[in-house]
């Protein structure tokens, strides 16, 4: 079969190109190269010549179905092609079968795409008509909602109606239980009653712009007014049947420890129950309804009442008894009196809390009037008594025992009371004030000693067992006082009774000690004077008190200048300057307020530094006289020359002096004192004044000649402190 090359230039151009570039890029074998050396040579063989047939059979039955004659290099290369195509088909077999898989799964992916298309689709007309039915779903649900609240507030108003014309029909309800004959105060029904009562009131209160609120208000208050009229008619009838049951027939047996007396209280107790119940409920609503705290204020008024009728009566015998009884000791009857009305008036306060919830004045009316009885017998008890001791016990009785043991300690139980026993000691003090001043002015201002009180120094050497009898009468009067003033008194008051006390005791003393100088010596008065400031000034400092008093005075010495000049210048009464006399007279006579504070420690301890000075002085003179004049004599006349006689005639004599009389000064200091840590302080400065006087001798007497000095025989200060030792 002849081959046929089938082609187009261009192609097989192309082909020769390709494989001109494979031949560029390939290297080839030896045996490739013979190969193709003689494919070379058959290329350039004759067209006609014919290849074997078993080659071409060959090569054709790897080809195509058309059979293909080769007859020369064109046809080749299209044969060549063909064969490379079939080759190139052959390799890449695969490569299309799975190409034609993919495409097989792009087109069930473009179904499956189609079908989620056309799903999304129904979905999107799903979700409208989802929506849709939403919409109508939610604004059913909105108007369910809707309509069920308007059924709620419905239901709400009319059960608000409801409950609020419940306000206006109790009226009725209310109003027959009220006005029935059965009604019973202390029933199970009352009590709610009257708590409805007021919830009516209140509401009617809180809601006037209602219709017709005002008259039902009216007619609740009238029921209210009804309750509260029974109420207030079960207690005071109650607590007057009680207080009838025990009224004695005669209240003159009735003592505050008898059994009938106690009655009073025991039977009160047994009532006292079912009133407090009724009692709360008043007491309760009183500070918010003004006819509940009328009502309370009945009932208060009728127990306290009813329980005075019961009370006073025993008081008053009681206290009479009792007046009778301690006739003459005041203290016992006041102690005995007020702790009777201490207990009285702690039943009274326990049985009161029995029956009510709240304290009132009425309860403290009511105990003032039971315990002012006592006053009455105290008043003239004090007023009839002179003596101030006696008045300070009272007082002492009234404070410690009363005010202080059972006022203060007890509380409100006693405050009535209390306000009463302050009084009567306010009363007590101002009594014993006054007595006081007027014992200082009678018993020690005016003390008029005997003989006896100024038997100085042969007083102080009896053997008395009480060392107080020593004291003179206005020192041992004075310390009594004030000790009795100190536990009873109030500060300032004692501080301004001390002080005129103290101050006619020391005047008193300053006297006494002029008639026991004429009477006994100068030495004594002193010594007397200095024993008892010592003992005054002992006995005061234990009061805690500064005995300082302030006294204010006014001064009218410019009045009478001013009066003066006011009347010399006359002319210048009308003058408008600042020269007129009136004027001045206004300016320059003003009384002058002059303030002065008053020691009374203070006066005792310059007294007593004043006296001790004295004795000092004269004690020292005493003992050295002699050369207090010889020196004296000296400074007077210091031309005239002193012999040696005269110095040895002072020192000797001066020596005899203190021999003859040292003893019996440290005797009377002794005596006086009783003191020898004292005497020694006292004589301390008369052996210094001594010595002095010695020492300025001696400076005389050292001018002289030694010989001289031998014989007058000075004593050295070593000797006169041996001589004059304590």
């Known amino acids: 079969m002849s081959i046929q090359i089938v082609g187009n230039a261009a192609q097989s151009k192309l082909v020769r190109d ?27 063989a004759p067209e006609d010549i014919d290849l074997p047939s078993a080659d071409v059979a060959e090569q054709a039955s790897s080809g195509d179905d058309q059979s293909s004659v080769i007859n020369n290099a064109h046809q080749f290369y299209e044969w060549f092609h063909t064969i490379e195509r079939d080759m190139e088909r052959d ?60 059924q709620q507030d419905l239901e709400d108003l009319g059960r608000s109606i409801s409950q609020q014309l419940v306000y206006f029909t109790e009226h009725e309800r209310i109003g027959t239980k009220l006005n029935s004959s059965a009604i019973n105060v202390m029933g199970e029904a009352f009590v709610p009653m009257l708590i409805r009562i007021d919830e009516c009131v209140q509401f ?74 009724l009692m709360e409920q008043i007491e309760g609503r009183s500070e918010k309804n003004q006819e509940y705290l009328q009502v309370m204020q009945d009932c208060y008024t009728c127990y306290c009442y009813q329980r005075q009728l019961l009370i006073q009566p025993v008081i008053s015998n009681e206290l009479a008894r009792l007046h009778k009884l301690h006739s003459g000791d005041h203290c016992t009857f006041i102690r005995t009196s007020c702790m009777m009305l201490v207990r009285i008036c702690e039943d009274e306060h326990a049985l009161y809390h029995c029956f009510f919830a709240k304290s009132d ?57 209390g306000l009463l026993a302050v009084q009567m000691l306010e009363d007590a003090q101002e009594r014993l004030s006054y007595r006081t001043q007027h014992y200082i002015t009678s018993d020690i201002t005016n003390y008029a ?48 009774l001390a002080q005129e006390c103290l101050a006619a005791s020391i005047d008193s003393l300053r006297n006494a000690g002029m008639q026991i100088m004429e009477r006994s010596s100068l030495l004594d008065s002193q010594l007397f004077l200095i024993k008892h400031l010592l003992i005054l000034r002992e006995q005061i400092a234990p009061f805690d008190v500064s005995f300082t008093v302030s006294e204010v005075s006014l001064d009218f010495s410019n009045l009478k200048i001013a009066a003066s000049d006011l009347i010399t210048n006359k002319s210048r009464m009308l003058s408008l300057t600042s020269n007129n006399s009136i004027l001045e007279f206004l300016i320059n006579g003003a009384p002058q307020l002059n303030k002065r504070v008053l020691d009374s420690k203070k006066d005792v301890d310059v007294n007593l530094k004043e006296g001790c000075t004295d004795f000092i002085t004269t004690a020292a003179t005493l003992l050295s006289s002699p050369i207090y004049a010889f020196l004296a004599q ?93």
């Open 361 to 417: 004045l009425i309860l403290q009316g009511l105990l003032e009037n039971l315990t002012s009885v006592l006053y009455d017998y105290f008043r003239p008890l004090i007023i009839q008594q002179v003596q101030f001791e006696n008045l300070a016990d009272i007082c002492n009785v009234l404070k410690n025992d009363i005010i202080e043991d059972q006022v203060s300690s007890k509380g409100e139980c006693l405050e009535a009371f």
């Open 634 to 726: 000296i400074d007077t006349n210091s031309t005239t020359a002193i012999t040696m006689e005269q110095y040895r005639n002072v020192v000797s004599e001066t020596n005899q002096r203190i021999s003859n009389k040292l003893p019996g000064v440290k005797n009377l200091m002794g005596l006086y004192l009783a003191n020898a840590e004292t005497e020694a302080i006292l004589f301390r400065p008369i052996r210094s004044q001594i010595m002095a006087q010695f020492a300025l001798l001696r400076k005389h007497i050292d001018k002289l000649e030694d010989e001289d000095r031998f014989i007058i025989n000075c004593p050295s200060p070593e000797q006169l402190t041996l001589t004059l030792a304590y």
């Open 91 to 150: 390799q890449e077999s695969g490569y299309h079968e799975y190409k034609s898989m993919l495409k097989e799964h792009r087109r069930r992916c473009d179904a499956v795409l189609n079908g989620v298309k056309s799903a999304l689709d129904h979905l999107r007309e799903l979700s409208e008509q989802y929506r849709m039915v939403s919409r109508t779903t939610e604004a059913l649900h909105d108007s369910c909602e809707f309509l069920m609240q308007e």
């Open 449 to 496: 000693p005997s003989a006896g009180d100024l038997a100085y120094p042969q007083k102080l050497g009896e053997d008395l067992s009480n060392q107080y009898s020593m004291w003179y009468p206005t020192v041992r009067r004075a310390l009594i006082c004030l000790s009795k003033l100190y536990r009873c008194t109030h500060t300032s008051v004692f501080e301004s």
């Open 18 to 44: 390709r494989l001109s570039q494979w031949e560029s890029c390939t290297t080839l074998t030896q045996e490739q190269k013979d190969h193709v050396l003689e494919l070379a040579t058959w290329s350039s």
């Open 204 to 277: 009617m209160q809180e809601h006037p712009n209602y219709k017709e609120s005002p008259t039902y208000l009216a007619k609740y208050q009238q029921c209210l007014v009804r309750a509260l009229t029974l109420l207030r008619s079960y207690i005071v009838n109650t607590i007057r049947s009680v207080a009838t049951s025990v009224t004695p027939a005669s209240f003159a047996s009735v003592v505050p420890n008898d059994p009938t007396f106690a009655q009073f209280y025991s039977k009160f107790q047994t009532q006292s129950p079912r009133v407090k119940v």
